[in-house]
């Protein structure tokens, strides 16, 4: 099972982009949906966080910034960055968290830049 990453691009510093992530599901409704990213030379890093009750938690880097959100009928999982700065960019990883099996299920990533 692999979930479907979509949304990222190239954009200028204070920019914004739209990440989306769709899961079966089976596995969504009772997941915590992740996004999490890793720049080259970095360890991958949780950037936000919703569980199934949908409750949220970021990281401090992006908060205020980026607002994690999930569609139940569509079974979708979206990541909202605005002021989008430079060392966001990193390939961005969608992951959900399964809550009764406790297996992960990831995405393919999807590459976000910013230019200064």
């Known amino acids: 099972v692999q979930l479907q990453a979509s949304g990222g691009g190239l954009v200028q510093a204070g920019g914004s982009l739209r990440l989306s992530c769709a899961a079966p599901?089976?596995?969504?409704?009772?997941?915590?949906m992740d996004w999490y990213r890793q720049a080259p030379g970095k360890q991958r890093e949780l950037v936000a966080r919703i569980t199934s009750s949908s409750t949220t938690d970021y990281a401090d880097s992006v908060k205020g910034r980026f607002t994690i959100s999930r569609d139940g009928p569509r079974n979708t999982v979206y990541l909202q960055m605005n002021s989008l700065k430079p060392e966001d960019t990193a390939v961005y990883y969608c992951?959900?968290?399964?809550?009764?099996?406790?297996?992960?299920?990831w995405g393919q990533g999807t590459q976000v830049t910013v230019s200064s």
């Open positions: 599901g089976s596995i969504f409704s009772v997941s915590a």
């Open positions: 992951c959900a968290h399964h809550q009764i099996s406790n297996r992960d299920y």
